[in-house]
């Protein structure tokens, strides 16, 4: 689980009238967590991890406009989470958490 608060800028360049490519940066807070892990019989082997901090993001796309305030998009952005550890033996630890996200939509502007 995670979650991402940042705040973004974005570059735009038309290539046409109607087609634009944009990318952007974005730093932040974001926190990632994972949930405690066992295996049947009772055993709870693997305790839950969850950590908080600086986060950070990178996106690209490509948007299409539609209509003079209509708008089609892809993007994908690449965030990236604090380092999170559960802090026992056996568990997890990761050095920095990565999320891919790609998305496709529709922008109105007003």
Excluded: D
């Excluded at 049947?40 to 993001?57: H, K, P, R, V, W």
């Amino acid at each position: 689980r995670y979650k991402a608060l940042t705040f973004n800028a974005y570059r735009t360049h038309e290539l046409t009238e109607s087609v634009a490519v944009f990318a952007g940066l974005g730093i932040g807070w974001g926190s990632a967590s994972l949930p405690q892990l066992g295996f049947t019989g009772g055993c709870n082997c693997f305790a839950a991890a969850s950590e908080s901090g600086f986060s950070y993001l990178g996106r690209i796309g490509l948007e299409y406009r539609l209509q003079e305030r209509h708008h089609a998009f892809v993007q994908f952005t690449s965030l990236h989470l604090p380092k999170l550890s559960s802090g026992a033996s056996p568990g997890a630890s990761y050095a920095r958490k990565s999320v891919g996200i790609g998305a496709v939509g529709y922008r109105f502007l007003f």
